[in-house]
């Protein structure tokens, strides 16, 4: 069974503290996606990713920066967590122009 | 920006009617897809469409689109208190980024 796993269902952050999430995928998958997703405006892409080390900036960028080290991780990266970030975050990986496998999401709070 | 905008934002019915939603999007696209979204959960790949493609069926799914319109429907028959979800379309924009709409929030009563 083909998985995209976040490693955290429920997160609890203080405003400043740096915050990872991460997301690990099973199917060699080239495209790797980090989407907020907020009541009444869908899911926003804050960032993408084509391969190892390379990534893209999406619709909402600002206060994240990712990384990809490996082909199967992305990781989504707040700097100074603020009460503005807190969402469900979703990530989602895909082959080269092909279906999108999503994770179940992290909830964040950031207090 | 919103790629996708669907319509209508949230729709009622009763199981066994058909549920109608659609989608519309901006700028030229390789393919179209259809994902399911229970309550909060992680989305669920539901049907591809081609942008050489004008109508595709999945099981009780029927997905068609134009692109001289910038438009896709994605029909949903006999529809059961089960379907309850957030419907959301996605496009490609020719590239391999997958950009959301907003959704449609079905709700089935039995």
């Known amino acids: 069974d083909v998985k995209v796993t976040q490693s955290s269902r429920y997160l609890v952050k203080r405003t400043g503290e740096k915050v990872f999430l991460e997301c690990v995928q099973d199917m060699d998958h080239e495209n790797m996606f980090w989407y907020r997703q907020d009541p009444g405006l869908g899911l926003r892409l804050i960032y993408f990713?084509?391969?190892?080390?390379?990534?893209e900036k999406g619709d909402i960028p600002e206060g994240y920066s990712v990384s990809r080290e490996k082909k199967e991780r992305f990781s989504l990266i707040l700097e100074s967590a603020s009460t503005n970030q807190t969402s469900m975050y979703l990530c989602?990986?895909?082959?080269?122009?092909?279906?999108?496998?999503f994770g179940s999401g992290t909830q964040l709070s950031v207090l | 920006s919103q790629q996708g905008e669907e319509d209508p934002q949230a729709l009622s019915i009763q199981e066994g009617e058909n549920a109608t939603m659609n989608c519309s999007y901006k700028t030229s696209i390789n393919n179209l897809q259809w994902y399911r979204q229970n309550s909060g959960r992680g989305l669920v790949h539901l049907i591809l469409?081609?942008?050489?493609?004008r109508e595709k069926h999945s099981g009780r799914l029927r997905v068609t689109l134009d692109t001289s319109k910038k438009s896709s429907s994605l029909l949903i028959t006999a529809s059961r208190a089960a379907d309850t979800a957030s419907y959301f379309c996605a496009t490609d924009a020719r590239t391999d980024k997958l950009i959301f709409g907003t959704g449609t929030r079905l709700q089935v009563f039995p």
């Open positions: 469409i081609r942008s050489n493609e």
């Open positions: 989602a990986s895909s082959p080269s122009v092909g279906a999108g496998f």
């Open positions: 990713s084509y391969d190892v080390k390379m990534k």
